[in-house]
């Protein structure tokens, strides 16, 4: 049987985060690309879309719906933190935060919460870690997650006229 419109749009409302979040994770993790502030702030609402739109799957279709609405909206504010982020990398305009990495753990004597400071990464928000074809990481999340999210409203708007 065909999947519908709003088939593919919750699919895509779950596994594009999905996989956003597995090559962010990935590229931290074992590519050694440490994110910014800015690139956490870009995480967060791809976190809440694979929620929603992973909830989603349990619930009847009217609830279903606006889950899936709802998830776009968010994969859309994380593609519009990604265009701040390069414009920010791009000096296209000054960013709001000092993107300096946070230090985990407390306590311990001086000496354990120097070494702590001293082997944390200190990574600026306005220098891209890494391009291709002059975009950057948050440059192609911008890319990804508004095209993304216009792509499942517009199947939703589609499935919706049929």
């Given at each position: 049987m065909a999947r519908t419109r709003f088939q593919l749009a919750h699919e895509l409302?779950?596994?594009l985060p999905v996989a956003l979040m597995a090559g962010a994770l990935l590229s931290q993790y074992w590519g050694g690309l440490f994110p910014c502030e800015?690139?956490?702030?870009?995480?967060?609402?791809?976190?809440?879309?694979?929620?929603?739109?992973?909830?989603?799957?349990?619930?009847?279709?009217?609830?279903?719906?606006?889950?899936?609405?709802?998830?776009?909206?968010?994969?859309a504010a994380s593609g519009a933190i990604g265009v701040f982020h390069a414009g920010v990398e791009y000096h296209w305009w000054n960013g709001i935060t000092a993107c300096a990495s946070n230090i985990t753990g407390s306590g311990g004597t001086p000496q354990d919460m120097l070494a702590?400071?001293?082997?944390?990464?200190?990574?600026?928000?306005?220098?891209?870690?890494?391009?291709?074809?002059?975009?950057?990481?948050?440059?192609?999340?911008?890319?990804?997650?508004?095209?993304?999210?216009?792509?499942?409203?517009?199947?939703?708007v589609q499935d919706r006229r049929r």
């Open positions: 409302a779950f596994f800015m690139c956490h702030w870009q995480r967060w609402p791809h976190y809440t879309a694979i929620a929603l739109a992973g909830f989603g799957f349990l619930v009847p279709p009217p609830a279903r719906r606006l889950l899936v609405v709802l998830a776009a909206l968010a994969i702590r400071i001293m082997g944390a990464p200190l990574i600026r928000c306005d220098v891209a870690q890494w391009s291709l074809f002059g975009i950057s990481l948050a440059g192609f999340n911008a890319l990804f997650s508004l095209g993304g999210a216009a792509t499942i409203l517009w199947l939703m």
